[in-house]
């Protein structure tokens, strides 16, 4: 029999530990400390949600599935599009949500199927510059929570390229043809492109000026001024100086560049986008902008802004560069006890874990190798009751004795 | 600092790269093109430079095992990378084409069967045009398939047209022209910004000196 793998390394499920019990909880309390709460979507969505509503999962890399009654289900292949129309549906929703949760796609890449863990925050109601800042500073603060030897979150703004689009006579081919060489920065073949059509030379030299406008925020709205046409641009590039000025107040200046040659899925968002990138890692850790369109397709107007990362991107990544979150020790203390002190070893170990104490227990008789516990070995005999930790043994008689020696264990470390 | 990796295209191109990297002042020592070592370093640039199969610069770039790559305009077409395209460096010219028997049909009823060393830029191509085929993927004497009867056409590279003519074949259709880009990880490229740029420039002006 052949047992189905999923995934290729043979490391694929110690990553897996590591990342529910050491990665995840460090992302979900930093998403709490800004008053984020926990949210969660049904694993089986509908098709039609996926396709008729505009998002950044291609069909092809749905898995699909078909319930009892014939109806189309697709295994959640992106946990932001159910969390929207929840949204939009309930009066009673919190504004500031996160998520933790697998997403499915077919990767036709590798020729498999990936069950990958997302986790992300979304906030709903809000259209401030101030709003757009808290989303890009606590992306940064993440960043800078797993100590990457250098991490840069890339800000782009979706309405200053589409202002520009909206005035070119292109077809829906061309436009695809020109968003490829903005978003590759291929200024050889921008400006030949660009020459073959009825256009100003005004309009012209602002298009190909746009895969150049990256760096530093203050210099990119300078330049991005410059080139300006129109009241909407402008408008843009002064929404973006004012979340800039947030940004600076969060402390978090140093760490962002501008690029409005970030361009991606442009029919998703509508205002400010950005990625996140550190140190080793040859893709985006983390993206997310305002999506406020998107509930409109729900029936409802909503502002929405949002991010999200692959944690198991996200765990490479720290295995290349910054600090892999170490997984706590699972156990405290163990209690190996004889045939003689069952019922003791067992009440005591029950007095510790109401404590709140991470114990095992474990006949004599039985015991195996194991990881040491961080606190210490008991022993329980019927001649003695001693805790063991490095060179110290400690007698003692009830369970309160033991959990005061525990007490002073955990202060020493 | 840590090296920068620079990931160059083997053979067509090579020569000239290495011309232009010398002309930028980018020494590497012991540097020869039929040297086995795949590896060289520039001390004082801190630069690494790998030599890799032109077709692997794309991958060697975007999963950033390299920062930046010289490599034919072919190669990116074929591989469709999610990389920054900075630099035309204008040398290695040449185009993709549809080359055959003259007289081919490239219409004819049922679909055509297309030998090449690119089967994405050959079936974009066909696409675009609505006609069917079916690609053979070579990776040599592309010339030879309808010689033989493995292919009704070839797409690849045309320099001269010297290796088509010799095998009794003659250009059907011309594709796009060709030309050596610089390419960057787009990660790189904001990572290590500095480092990035300044290698740009390095070799902008390497460049402005020859042309």
């Not at chain 1, 159910?82 to 949500?97: L, M, N, Y």
């Not at chain 1, 259209?127 to 940064?140: G, R, S």
Request: with cysteine.
């Amino acid at each position: 029999m052949v047992f189905y793998q999923n995934g290729t390394e043979s490391n694929g499920h110690t990553a897996k530990l590591l990342l529910r019990n050491s990665l995840l909880p460090l992302l979900e309390q930093r998403f709490r400390t800004y008053g984020y709460i926990k949210t969660s979507t049904s694993a089986f969505q509908d098709y039609d949600l996926y396709t008729s509503v505009t998002g950044t999962v291609p069909k092809n890399e749905m898995i699909k599935t078909i319930d009892p009654s014939g109806e189309v289900l697709v295994l959640r292949p992106d946990v932001t599009i159910p969390i929207a129309q929840q949204a939009a549906f309930s009066d009673k929703s919190h504004r500031r949500q996160f998520y933790v949760q697998d997403v499915y796609r077919l990767s036709s890449e590798k020729n498999r199927h990936e069950e990958l863990t997302q986790a992300g925050v979304e906030c709903f109601g809000e259209n401030t510059h101030e709003n757009d800042a808290e989303l890009i500073a606590m992306a940064a603060h993440l960043l800078n929570d797993l100590q990457f030897s250098q991490h840069r979150i890339v800000i782009s703004h979706a309405g200053f390229f589409k202002e520009l689009l909206d005035q070119l006579p292109l077809s829906p081919e061309q436009t695809e043809q020109l968003q490829a060489m903005i978003q590759s920065k291929n200024m050889a073949e921008i400006k030949p492109f660009l020459s073959n059509l009825p256009i100003n030379r005004e309009l012209a030299e602002a298009v190909e000026t746009i895969p150049m406008l990256y760096g530093r925020p203050e210099e990119v709205i300078t330049k991005a001024s410059d080139i300006s046409l129109n009241d909407a641009m402008q408008q843009t590039i002064s929404n973006l100086n004012t979340v800039l000025d947030v940004l600076k107040a969060y402390g978090v200046r140093d760490t962002v560049v501008f690029d409005l040659g970030l361009i991606n899925d442009m029919d998703y968002y509508s205002g400010v986008i950005f990625q996140g990138y550190v140190a080793g890692s040859s893709k985006p850790v983390l993206m997310g902008g305002r999506y406020n369109h998107l509930t409109e397709q729900f029936g409802k107007r909503m502002a929405a802004i949002g991010f999200g990362c692959f944690a198991d991107y996200l765990l490479e990544a720290l295995e290349k560069d910054g600090q892999p979150p170490k997984m706590e020790r699972p156990v405290q203390v163990a209690i190996y006890y004889d045939d003689h002190s069952t019922s003791h070893a067992l009440a005591t170990a029950g007095k510790l874990r109401d404590d709140g104490l991470k114990v095992i227990t474990l006949p004599v008789a039985h015991t195996s190798e194991m990881e040491p516990p961080s606190l210490g070995t008991v022993s329980m005999t019927t001649d003695h009751n001693v805790l063991n930790h490095g060179n110290k043994h400690s007698e003692f008689r009830t369970a309160d004795e033991l959990a005061n020696l525990l007490q002073l264990e955990m202060r020493g470390d | 600092m840590s090296y920068l990796t620079l990931a160059l295209a083997k053979g067509r191109t090579a020569e000239a790269s290495i011309n232009l990297l010398a002309n930028a002042g980018i020494h590497f020592s012991h540097l020869n093109e039929d040297s086995r070592k795949l590896v060289f370093y520039d001390d004082d640039s801190m630069i690494r430079l790998i030599f890799v199969k032109a077709v692997d610069v794309p991958t060697y770039v975007e999963n950033g095992a390299a920062d930046v790559g010289i490599v034919g305009k072919d190669n990116i077409i074929e591989e469709q990378p999610d990389i920054y395209e900075l630099l035309d460096l204008e040398f290695g010219q040449c185009h993709f084409a549809v080359a055959g028997f003259s007289g081919t049909n490239l219409h004819k009823d049922g679909t055509l069967t297309v030998a090449s060393k690119y089967p994405t830029a050959a079936e974009k191509h066909f696409n675009r045009q609505g006609i069917p085929i079916e690609t053979i993927k070579l990776n040599g004497s592309v010339e030879l398939a309808p010689v033989i009867g493995l292919a009704d056409v070839i797409v690849d590279i045309v320099e001269t047209g010297g290796t088509l003519r010799e095998n009794g074949l003659t250009i059907l259709e011309e594709m796009e022209a060709i030309s050596t880009r610089l390419i960057v990880n787009k990660a790189s490229f904001t990572t290590k910004s500095e480092r990035v740029h300044t290698f740009i420039n390095t070799l902008k002006k390497g460049w402005n000196d020859v042309s």
